[in-house]
Structure formats: structure tokens, C-alpha cells
């Protein structure tokens, strides 16, 4: 693994690529068919619909319509990927996620676009701190937190044959280059991203690049920490998690999601039953969202380098 974070914008925005990727997935597998929630200019994919009209369909503003159709489509022998903003596409349409897909022994592939803060301008109602948590209780379900375009598309790869309800949560643009394109990336193995002894940082998504700078803040200051991207929330790399714990004895979670049901959750239900340990989560605290840039809105949900490693200040006095 390379890692190519240096604190640039990405070379090129995940929104430019995702149609190619698609057509990369039409092109292994005829069976791949692809659902929208009338969003297609959102994933560029409008070029790939006029050329793939029996591939693509446009299903309207309908979420739970859109799962319905996708389930249909399952039964009939093809693999649903669907697609719409990420309040839309699990707390909107969860009763048909959860009943139609996952308990009726369906595979689908959700992708959620604009994740957390970065809804940004358009606001509360778009702002979905709380669909990591909805996905991570449905059995058997694939949670990735996507960090930027190269996991994307590898996990895009990887979970082709994923059974049960898989679920991308990720940026459409912004977020920066932090691995190489040819990566490899599986369900439930994490990747150590940075060594350290004294404490362990696990953060996912958009919280990976600040963790990677706050690792170097703290570096300067004499802190050596670990940094561990789960690459996916569920099924979580416990191994490797539980390994860096037994070295730096102290943890601090970074998520783009509420605190309650998300990576931290997760990571905190692990130790809690096979390691103890001092740990805080850095994330949404019980809120609510609301209309911003994505700068202030980091400022005010306490998700900048600053806060983080001030939290791991805290978590180090508890050791």
C-alpha cells in the first residue's frame, strides 16, 4: 500500500470517475444494472444512460419505489447498485431496505452521496448523521465509509458478489487522494495507515486526512500514533484494531456521524467486551445538522485537526 496523501485537492473528483467505474461494472458482469433516484447529473452518469438504456433507469424521486424495483430486478437475476443522496437513500426508504432486501435474502448495493456534513448548503433535512447507524443494524449487512476515489473503486470491486445490503457511503468531490489506485481493498480488513505506540486514531471517511495531520501535530509534539482506516465500519477489522490497542492502550474514534451507532459505536462495542480501554469519539455529538460550508460546519461539529487532537490530549491523561 502507498499512501499519497499530501494535503492537495484530488487529482481528479470522484464524481468525474464514477460513470467509468460503472462502465468498468457493466463490462465484468452482465447481470449489473443501475438505479437513481433522478440524480444522475450528481455521479455524471447521464452520457453512460443514453448509451446503456437497458442498463440505467431513472426512477424519480421515490426512494422506496426505487429498492422495491431493485428487489424485483435481484429476483429476476440481475445486481441492483442504486443510488441518491444519503438521507434519502436509507432513513427514506429503511422499511423497504430492511424488509424487502435484507429479511427477504436480497442483495443490493446502496450508494449515499453527500455524507454527513457534506450536504453542506443544502442543509438539516439533507444532512444525515444517522445512516451508519440504520445500515450497521441490519444483518449481515457492508458498511464502507468511503475516504476517497481509489477505495471507491476498489470497493466497488470487491463487494460485486457481496450477498445481503451493501452500502457506500461517500463524497462527490473534496475529498483528497490518500491511496493509490491500485490498492488492494477487502471487506473487513482495515488498513494501518501510520506506526505508533501512544495511542491509536481510527478514523473512516472524510476524517482519514484529518487524522492524517493531526498524527503529524501530535508527531511534532512527541506523540507517536497509530492511524487505522477500517476501510469497512461493518464487518470491522477487529484483529487489526485489538492489535494496535494492546500497543498504545488509548483510542480515539473520527467519524463524519453521529457518535451514537457509528465507527465509534463499533469500535466501542469491540473493546468493551474484549479490551477495555480509554477511549474517545470524536464525531456529531447528538445533533442535529444544519446549512453551512463545509469548513464551518466542521468548526461546529468539533471535526477538525485542532479538536482531534486536542481529544487525544484528553484520552492519553486516562491512561
Known amino acids: 500500500m502507498t499512501l499519497k496523501y499530501n494535503g492537495n485537492p484530488p487529482e481528479k473528483e470522484i464524481n468525474d470517475q464514477f460513470s467509468g467505474w460503472l462502465k468498468e461494472l457493466f463490462a465484468l458482469d452482465e447481470k449489473i444494472v443501475y438505479l437513481d433516484a433522478d440524480l444522475m447529473g450528481c455521479l455524471r452518469v447521464k452520457e453512460l444512460w443514453i448509451q446503456e438504456p437497458q442498463r440505467i433507469f431513472n426512477c424519480g424521486i421515490q426512494e422506496a419505489n426505487m429498492v422495491g424495483t431493485a428487489a424485483g430486478l435481484f429476483l429476476a437475476g440481475y445486481k441492483p447498485y442504486i443510488h441518491s443522496f444519503t438521507p434519502f437513500i436509507t432513513r427514506r426508504a429503511y422499511d423497504q431496505i430492511f424488509v424487502s432486501v435484507a429479511y427477504a435474502r436480497k442483495s443490493v448495493h446502496l450508494i449515499g452521496t453527500d455524507a454527513g456534513i457534506l450536504a453542506s448548503a443544502n442543509g438539516g433535512t439533507h444532512m444525515c448523521f444517522e445512516d451508519t447507524a440504520l445500515i450497521r443494524v441490519i444483518p449481515g449487512s457492508c458498511i464502507v465509509d468511503v475516504t476517497d476515489a481509489a477505495m471507491f473503486h476498489g470497493m466497488l470491486l ?23 489506485m491500485e490498492t488492494d481493498f477487502q471487506v473487513g480488513k482495515g488498513m494501518l495507515l501510520t506506526e505508533g505506540k501512544d495511542v491509536t486514531i481510527i478514523a473512516s471517511g472524510i476524517m482519514v486526512a484529518t487524522a492524517l495531520d493531526a498524527q503529524k501535530k501530535l508527531q511534532a509534539e512527541g506523540i507517536s500514533a497509530q492511524v487505522i482506516d477500517p476501510i469497512t465500519i461493518k464487518p470491522l477489522d477487529e484483529d487489526l484494531i485489538l492489535r494496535s490497542v494492546v500497543k498504545t492502550r488509548a483510542v480515539v474514534t473520527a467519524e463524519n456521524h453521529n457518535v451514537i ?6 469500535v466501542a462495542d469491540l473493546l468493551s467486551e474484549k479490551l477495555p480501554t480509554p477511549m474517545i469519539r470524536v464525531g456529531i455529538q447528538d445533533r442535529f445538522g444544519e446549512t453551512g460550508t463545509v469548513d464551518y460546519l466542521r468548526e461546529q461539529y468539533g471535526l477538525t485537526v485542532e479538536n482531534l487532537v486536542a481529544q487525544v490530549h484528553q484520552v492519553l491523561q486516562r491512561k
Open 158 to 180: 470487491s463487494t460485486r458478489d457481496w450477498q445481503g445490503v451493501t452500502y457506500f457511503r461517500t463524497p462527490r468531490r473534496g475529498a483528497p487522494d490518500i491511496y493509490d
Open 261 to 266: 451507532g457509528g465507527l465509534g459505536s463499533a
